[in-house]
């Protein structure tokens, strides 16, 4: 798949909870730069009541509804003006709502609650979902032109658990950005830490992991992380999973699943060249842009380029 098949088309990700679908947005934002400066606006359609959730997305008049301004407001989408906008949990988008999102999609304008002037925007939507929309549609709970809209450009995100080589390089990302959050120097791994933590199922998906990491950047006292200062669920459950991870991650997966890891690596080796491209082979400021640290940057790249 080409970035210019892409375009500035609608994404669709499906996966479960926690698979890290908004750190995939990210990654659609920052292949997607051209100055820098485009913005990213992500938001929860599930965080906010239904009766706020319209104006939270689409702006309102002055005193549109009960609880409106009196000077009235932009919406998500306007923020989101040239840039990327992430909306989680599509699904929970009430069905009155959904001919609004519609209209923006088709005519790249939106139209704040009640005020009939249209206001144009150049949005990139990325919507992400736990459900299966497709079956949402079949029972009357999502819009099926809607659905067909959104999901022009499709992927099913795997869970950790099918994409365990990805753990080594999640950690290292987390542990420099809480590292930089904190103040603090990163931590360091034991080897036999490490061997733990790629073992381990992940059910709780990425955001398991990122908590973890940021669990231990805060409580671990000597600045090395000992297979002690993980919980006991790792050091009880990690064992029993089969030690050849990427033989069991390869012959575990159904065609289809295998299909969609594919679809997943090609998009990320896309958008890493493009963030590349983009910073004129400045492997630093690429790095900085896609939220990686230059080790990890180097070693996709590396990766990438031995399998051609």
């Not at 009196?70 to 998500?76: D, I, L, W």
């Not at 497709?134 to 869970?159: C, H, M, N, S, W």
């Not at 791994?189 to 990122?210: C, D, H, I, K, Q």
Request: hydrophobic share 40%.
């Amino acid at each position: 798949m080409s970035g210019r098949a892409l375009g500035r088309t609608a994404i669709l990700l499906e996966g479960e909870t926690g698979v890290g679908k908004e750190l995939f947005a990210r990654l659609v934002h920052a292949a997607s730069l051209k100055t820098g400066k485009e913005p990213f606006v992500a938001f929860n359609c599930g965080a906010v009541s239904k009766e706020l959730l319209g104006g939270e997305l689409f702006g309102h008049a002055p005193g549109a509804y009960t609880g409106a301004t009196r000077e009235g407001r932009p919406g998500r989408f306007e923020f989101a003006n040239g840039g990327v906008l992430s909306l989680d949990e599509i699904g929970e988008m009430p069905m009155d709502l959904q001919p609004y999102l519609l209209r923006v999609l088709e005519e790249r304008a939106v139209y704040r609650l009640g005020d009939s002037k249209a206001r144009p925007v150049d949005v990139r939507l990325v919507a992400s979902t736990n459900r299966n929309l497709k079956q949402e549609v079949a029972e009357g709970r999502f819009r099926k032109d809607l659905y067909f809209r959104i999901g022009v450009v499709k992927f099913t995100i795997p869970p950790l658990r099918d994409r365990l080589g990805d753990v080594e390089i999640l950690i290292d990302h987390f542990n420099r950005q809480f590292a930089t959050i904190y103040s603090t120097q990163p931590l360091r791994f034991e080897a036999a830490t490490m061997e733990l933590l790629r073992r381990y199922s992940w059910p709780g998906n990425v955001r398991e992991l990122r908590n973890l990491i940021e669990n231990l950047v805060l409580m671990t006292i000597t600045g090395i992380v000992t297979p002690r200062d993980l919980p006991e669920d790792f050091v009880e459950v990690a064992p029993a999973q089969p030690p050849s991870i990427s033989v069991q991650s390869e012959n575990s997966a159904t065609g289809s699943e295998s299909d969609e890891i594919a679809r997943f690596d090609e998009m990320e080796r896309r958008a890493i060249e493009r963030a590349v491209a983009n910073a004129g082979g400045n492997i630093a400021a690429a790095a900085e842009k896609l939220g990686l640290s230059r080790a990890t940057l180097y070693r996709k790249l590396h990766q990438y380029r031995s399998r051609t």
